[in-house]
Nanobody
Framework: QLQLAESGGGLVQPGGSLTLACAASGAFPRHNAMGWYRQAQGKQRELVARITQTNNTNYPNSVKGRFTIYRDNTKNTMYLQMNSLKPEDTGVYYC?????????WGQGTQVAVSS
């Protein structure tokens, strides 16, 4: 059974940087894409970065140019480099693997951007 574990969250000042990691353990499935989502308090979960098996990436306008998603297939780990963080980036960040059969989710890691 695949398990995902996020790490790297924390409190950072506006303008700062954080790198999140998502480590996958267990049987790694064939998948369409991997991604990072976030959920702010009282809001719906939203996509912030997505990477396909061929390393094509896409981002919403809200994070484009500030966030970078990448993966290390040798470690079964996906990363999210976040720069120029803003208070509106605050939320719980979840990693996701999308397969034909189902989606896999991690437990989430909290990111707080505040002075």
């Amino acid at each position: 059974q695949l398990q995902l574990a996020e790490s790297g969250g924390g409190l950072v000042q506006p303008g700062g940087s954080l790198t999140l990691a998502c480590a996958a353990s267990g049987a790694f499935p064939r998948h369409n894409a991997m991604g990072w989502y976030r959920q702010a308090q009282g809001k719906q979960r939203e996509l912030v970065a997505r990477i396909t098996q061929t390393n094509n990436t896409n981002y919403p306008n809200s994070v484009k140019g500030r966030f970078t998603i990448y993966r290390d297939n040798t470690k079964n780990t996906m990363y999210l480099q976040m720069n120029s963080l803003k208070p509106e980036d605050t939320g719980v960040y979840y990693c996701n693997i999308n397969t034909v059969a189902r989606d896999y989710w991690g437990q989430g890691t909290q990111v707080a951007v505040s002075s």
